[in-house]
């Protein structure tokens, strides 16, 4: 136990994370269509804002600027070819500031999905997605990264390949999906089936759990879906601020700090132990969040419909894996042989 | 014997059995038993439009309505899209000869800033699927790409998809553009994306959100059967 994330889980009995990174850039000036990972070497500032940003409202564990940084998505700027570099960066900026805060931070290198879709479905190979995660760990490794965060994945296999290159780097990992069809990833994951892949991993994570998605109930939903699945293992609940609405021209997430108090509070109560925000979560919504952690009691398991009462509803009906979802039966013809 | 039993011979199924089985086989998305089904169909004197109408859309519409009821997801509805694009691979050359009347042409990208594209891809396939014709300009595509691509390819309906709510507003500048230009009216003009949402569809002034890639099949079929109407009143 020599890495920082699990030391850190061993003294702590909840941790938080930080917020939005992609909100948070946006409102310094990142104009959409550029690279967020660009500005690690263009405005190295700014990042370090960024960071310390969550850094002084509380957060226990800051994820590094490099969620697009794998080369599958660098191509899309033609920057596939500093990928070590970017990622180097985006941890060398959050360790120099990690180490001059006086208390324990956890930097986490973030590993966002290829974007690709795998085969046999689409045309990347396993292999492929191996490498190209990879390539990023070790940037970010070399950068000085405690921990990888992978997240917002969908398909289980992106999943194992991300495992897979944490191994490669020789890093703990940490690894999130991010469930945004009806309780599913898009891929059609649901929350047991997380649980079971996990542990099924060679390389497994020191924690995981749910991110993004769709507002904070959804994800709340997912976290007691980890939970009754019976896994020791801590979750993590990163969840967006809200849902986004559309006034005056502007986009903004509906979720105040308030809200999100409540939510973080709520997703320990579920059985969270890393809690953090996503999408539209800014550092005073993480202020707000950790006060509340702080402050407030632990409390029994919420039901869904208290979830419902204090964050808002659910986006359906359903978290995917209840037993009234098996198919209908379709009458079938006889199969091929 | 009873393996021989479940060894179907498709080219043995008389038509009546062997429709229901190409649905079949698209749901299970079963690319060569597709392609072979349509070889057989077409050997036997349908037009290449009927092959396309009941047997791959029309399977199609199952896989459709199962994936927005939530029965199937995506990995299997793009295992089925790519059965269905095999067979349409067959037809779409004997469609233009024969001058089969069109589904429809949509006009698809991710808008400006924006560089997610698998719900992008989904909507694409899922719509050819249905039997139109898809024209994709990929990811971060500007205004000018969007009214290039009208201009050239007199779509019936433009397609934007924003996974980010910072990019999102930008289909908004699309769509003033059109105003603008006196374009609007001249297209279905349909949105998608995870931050999306329906409230955020009419405030831009798009014709429709669509939440999924089904959704979005459904909603084209309609408008499109809408404005045909609409020319046939006038």
């Not at chain 1, 099924?200 to 959804?218: E, I, Q, T, Y």
């Not at chain 2, 086989?25 to 050997?43: A, F, P, Q, T």
């Not at chain 2, 349409?88 to 069109?102: F, N, S, Y």
Request: proline share 5%; with cysteine.
């Amino acid at each position: 136990m020599t890495d920082a994330l699990s030391r850190m889980l061993a003294t702590r009995d909840w941790l938080m994370a930080d917020g939005a990174t992609g909100t948070n850039l946006f409102n310094m000036g990142l104009s959409s269509g550029e690279a967020p990972e660009l500005w690690n070497v263009d405005q190295p500032d700014k990042i370090r804002a960024l960071y310390r940003g969550a850094i002084d409202a509380g957060s226990d564990i800051f994820l590094t600027n490099s969620f697009g940084g794998n080369a599958s998505r660098l191509k899309l700027h033609d920057a596939q070819g500093r990928v070590r570099e970017l990622n180097r960066v985006a941890a060398e900026l959050g360790r120099e500031l990690a180490d001059a805060a006086g208390r324990d931070l956890v930097v986490a290198g973030s590993i966002g999905p290829t974007g690709e879709i795998m085969e046999p479905m689409g045309v990347l190979s396993y292999a492929a997605a191996v490498e190209i995660f990879h390539e990023q760990a070790e940037g970010l490794k070399e950068g000085g990264a405690d921990v990888l965060w992978v997240e917002t994945i969908s398909a289980p296999d992106e999943f194992k390949a991300a495992a897979e290159a944490a191994s490669l780097a020789g890093m703990p990992w940490v690894g999130t999906m991010s469930f945004d069809t009806a309780g599913r990833t898009m891929m059609g994951v649901t929350a047991t089936s997380l649980v079971e892949l996990v542990e099924k991993l060679p390389h497994k994570p020191l924690a995981f759990g749910a991110n993004c998605g769709v507002g904070a109930s959804d994800l709340l939903r997912t976290v007691l879906g980890f939970a009754a699945a019976g896994t020791e293992r801590p979750i993590i609940a990163k969840g967006n601020a809200g849902i986004p609405k559309y006034v005056d021209g502007h986009i903004h997430y509906d979720g105040t700090p308030e809200l999100m108090a409540d939510y973080a509070v709520l997703a320990r109560d579920c059985g969270a132990t890393i809690i953090g925000g996503c999408c539209g979560t800014t550092p005073e919504h993480l202020v707000a969040m950790r006060a509340a952690l702080e402050t407030r009691p632990r409390g029994a398991r919420p039901s869904l419909d208290e979830i419902a009462e204090r964050l808002g509803g659910f986006s359906s009906a359903s978290d995917g894996t209840g037993e009234g979802d098996t198919p209908p039966d379709r009458p079938r013809r006889r199969r091929r042989g | 014997m009873a393996e021989e039993d479940d060894d179907l011979i498709l080219s043995d199924l008389p038509d009546d059995e062997l429709v229901p089985q190409m649905h079949d086989d698209l749901y299970d998305g079963l690319k060569e038993e597709v392609v072979e089904g349509v070889e057989i169909l077409l050997s036997r004197g349908w037009t290449p439009y009927r092959v396309l109408t009941e047997a791959l859309v029309a399977g199609m519409t199952v896989v459709g309505n199962d994936f927005r009821d939530g029965i199937l997801f995506v990995p299997e509805v793009l295992l089925a899209a790519n059965a269905m694009k095999s067979g349409m691979g067959l037809l779409k050359p004997l469609l233009v000869e024969t001058g089969a009347p069109r589904m429809g042409k949509m006009v698809i990208g991710t808008v400006k800033g924006d560089i997610h594209d698998i719900g992008k891809n989904l909507v694409a396939m899922m719509m050819e699927g249905a039997g139109f014709e898809v024209v994709d300009l990929g990811i971060n595509t500007a205004v000018e790409a969007y009214l290039a691509a009208l201009e050239t390819e007199q779509p019936d309906i433009l397609g934007m998809s924003a996974l980010l709510t910072t990019t999102m507003p930008y289909m908004k500048i699309v769509i003033d553009t059109l105003t603008e230009k006196g374009l609007r009216d001249d297209y279905i003009v349909l949105v998608g994306g995870a931050p999306l949402n329906e409230e955020f569809g009419r405030a831009i002034g798009a014709d429709a959100y669509c939440r999924d890639a089904a959704v979005a099949v459904e909603t084209a079929k309609d408008f499109v059967a809408r404005k045909h109407n609409q020319v046939a009143a006038g």
